[in-house]
């Protein structure tokens, strides 16, 4: 039984003028690429609903009739996913904005440079063959179970739950210690929504925000005529919040004149205005945070060791999103569902080599910047799924991906680069790659076993021996890592150098 080739990509040319129609169709058959031609919008929209739909689109933008614009809404309208690349003889900024605004793929110059046309025509097949290999993706996570903000299973995050759990039935004074844009404030609105407090006031304040001059003021209130400024009595946040909860933000930012008004607050609970001379009295819950070492502050005297104790009754350390990557898949899952359901982006899953990116990803703004670059990543795709070549160039750049579609991307300064290219060949193989990588950096992105089940899934029906493949791929990313020091990159193999430089040779790699 002989096996049948594989029917190639349709493309679908719409353009009224025929000579264009002609000479695009020359360039894309030279690619074995099967061509279909509508001489109009109208009949191109026609194509399109009558179905099946084509691969990918060229559509002329100015044409008699039905514009090209117009067409791509209908496109659009009947399949979401259709990918269109747009063609105009007019380069303009209203043109390229449009092109984009109403999702067209990408948009291309005329008259035609043949190479930019087939370049344009891969790397729009290949998003299309990566939207189509999604394909029952399902949400990790029903974004319902996470009202309050913070998501994540993994074994430090649970430890977290637990001791938001422990604290919410005290008035007890919490210290929530970690990196900017670890979720600290969700921890304590978390705390408040819990507590016998929750039907009250909730107040966060920024204290590195506020000058030092008014932030006095801005906690504790003022007396008219108290400083120049000053035209009328004002209430500060703590009156504002009696019975409920305050959360003081970065408090390692106050100054220590105002962190001894504070010490007041927790000891005796009560305030002075600004200017004033009456005590009030106060009922309010304090939870604090900082992304500073507060031990050293009090080292240095920068920081009241009186009031560090006071606050630090019970701390909470949130991790950094590197210490839970495995959390990372049910964070883009959260944030993506949020989009939905706001109505702000059009995406509804991501495929598996953009996750694979983004749980390798160190993340240094942590979740606070994955929030980020799913929401831009979002608003880039332009079918419903975030793509790889969605995902920020410096994103794929810290993880070794290659630029896309880039003539500049094969830098034979970079080691192995043949090998890494050839390893990339294919969305299924980009994956394999990401998910080796992982394993021989030892970063924690995927457990061994959810790793070794992919890569079998991705690799089983390739020629290549699946054990052959792994060795080839496992070695050439440690001696990219170890710059092809051969000693090195032995020991992180485990086998001895000789053995080494045979398996080399064996794989046909140069160093």
């Keep these: 039984m002989s096996a049948t080739a594989a029917k190639p990509p349709t493309i679908l040319v719409i353009d009224d003028d025929a000579e264009v129609r002609y000479s695009l169709g020359r360039v894309l058959s030279s690619k074995k690429y099967q061509v279909v031609e509508a001489p109009s919008g109208e009949q191109g929209v026609a194509i399109v609903k009558k179905g099946p739909a084509p691969d990918l689109i060229f559509l002329d933008i100015r044409m008699s009739g039905m514009s090209g614009l117009e067409a791509l809404q209908h496109i659009r309208s009947a399949n979401p996913k259709q990918l269109v690349v747009l063609m105009t003889a007019f380069g303009t900024a209203q043109t390229a904005i449009e092109a984009m605004k109403y999702g067209a793929f990408d948009y291309i110059m005329k008259p035609f440079d043949p190479a930019k046309v087939l ?5 729009a097949l290949k998003a299309h063959a990566d939207m189509r290999a999604v394909g029952n993706y399902k949400p990790t996570i029903n974004s319902d179970d996470y009202k309050e903000g913070i998501v994540g299973s993994s074994p430090v995050m649970q430890d977290v739950f637990k001791i938001i759990g422990q604290v919410t039935a005290s008035d007890v004074t919490v210290m929530i210690t970690g990196e900017s844009g670890t979720g600290k404030e969700l921890v304590a609105r978390s705390i408040w929504k819990h507590s016998h407090r929750a039907g009250k006031p909730f107040i966060a304040v920024n204290c590195a925000a506020i000058p030092d001059n008014l932030i006095e003021s801005e906690l504790f209130g003022h007396e008219k005529g108290s400083f120049t400024g000053a035209t009328g009595q004002r209430f500060g946040k703590f009156e504002l919040c009696d019975d409920g909860t305050i959360f003081l933000d970065e408090i390692g930012d106050m100054a220590l004149a105002t962190q001894t008004k504070i010490l007041r607050v927790l000891q005796q609970g009560e ?8 005590t009030i009295k106060v009922d309010v819950r304090i939870i604090a945070a900082t992304n500073k070492d507060l031990e ?21 350390k949130m991790p950094a999103l590197r210490e839970r990557v495995d959390d990372v898949p049910q964070i883009v899952d959260f944030c993506i569902q949020n989009l939905v359901k706001q109505k702000k982006a059009r995406v509804n899953r991501v495929s598996p080599e953009a996750l694979a990116v983004l749980t390798r990803y ?3 703004g942590n979740v606070r910047e994955l929030e980020n670059v799913i929401y831009r990543s979002a608003v880039i795709a332009q079918g419903d799924t975030i793509l790889l070549k969605d995902l920020p160039v410096e994103i794929r750049d810290a993880v070794g991906i290659p630029s896309l579609g880039s003539a500049s991307s094969g830098n ?13 060949e294919s969305s299924a193989l980009a994956n394999a790659q990401v998910v ?19 890569l079998h899934s991705q690799l089983s029906e390739e020629d290549e021996p699946i054990l ?20 090195k990159a032995s020991e992180k193999l485990g086998m001895t150098r000789a053995t080494l430089r045979k398996r080399v040779d064996e794989l046909g790699l140069k160093i």
């Design 436 to 454: 080796a990588e992982s394993i021989a950096s030892g970063a924690p992105a995927l457990s061994v076993e959810r790793a070794l089940d992919f």
């Design 412 to 424: 034979t300064s970079v080691p192995f680069e043949a090998a890494r290219t050839a390893a990339t």
């Design 119 to 123: 370049a344009i025509a891969e790397n």
């Design 296 to 316: 050293e502050m009090v080292k240095a005297k920068t920081f009241r060791e009186d009031l560090y104790y006071r606050l630090n009754v019970v701390r909470i």
């Design 271 to 278: 305030i002075q205005r600004v200017g004033g001379t009456d």
């Design 468 to 487: 052959q493949r792994l060795e080839r791929e496992m070695v050439v990313r440690v001696l990219t890592a170890t710059q092809g020091n051969l000693l």
């Design 362 to 364: 160190r993340w240094p």
